[in-house]
């Protein structure tokens, strides 16, 4: 069993099609408010995820080479924009529109992002399932620690389709997150690294805590996964950038 970390939830979590246990957007949206200071630090702000610079790095530099006349931007989940501040360090002067549960993190990320572009600043506070994205607007789609918050198949079926249709064609987009496992025993395996992991920036009290979270509001897909539903949904190139334990880079161009 991983030190303070209940793996039949995990399982539950991943597996069940029942989710009315987990945390509500309220809940949510409530623990990203009171998080601002934290998520504003472009280079610590991430800690929990582990190898977070250096999965920054590689979807900000992917999607410049695969769009270096880039002029649109979609920041899903942006938190305090440190992903969007990145992008704009290698493509400057995008259209910039920002999506988010928490309008504290959206109204910070407004300021960081609106002194770094002379291009619009665009924010829309709402679920990623709700969003109303026009056809063919965006060339580059990031998307940071938010969409292991997507529940059921239909969710991220739903999502994924979205994002199909919102880019350019040669559009791409860049994930970063939390990953299961399609194996049960290596599910295991790489959240006890994570676990250790966890140890190591604050001791038991913190991995606990941080555990407890993720249990509760997290619903995370194998990367196996998501590459065959971008698939499915039309993307025609996909591409693995980066794995370490129980985090993982990875993209699609349309």
Known sequence: MIKGFNFDKLK????????????????????FDNDVERFSNLDTGQATTIDAPLTMELCTEAAKYVNPNATELLDIGCGAGNYTLKMLSKINNLNCTLNDL????LQRAEGRVAAKTTGTVTLIQDDMRNLNLPDNKFDIILAAATLHH???????????TKFYNALKPGGSIWISD????????????????YS??????????????????????????????QLALLTKVGFKQV????KNSYFAAFGSIK
């Open 150 to 160: 997507l529940r059921g198949d239909d969710d991220w079926k739903h999502v994924f």
């Open 196 to 225: 250790d992991y966890l140890d190591t920036l604050g001791g038991p009290e913190y991995r606990e805590k941080v555990l407890a979270y993720v249990a509760h509001e997290d619903t995370p897909r194998s990367v196996n996964y």
């Open 178 to 193: 939390l990953i299961a496992h399609d194996s049960g025993p290596l599910n295991q395996l790489f959240y006890q690294k």
């Open 239 to 242: 591409e693995i950038l980066h």
């Open 12 to 31: 539950y979590n991943t597996m069940k099609t029942d989710y009315s246990q987990l945390a509500t957007n309220d809940e949510i949206r409530t623990r």
């Open 102 to 105: 928490s309008l504290p993190m």
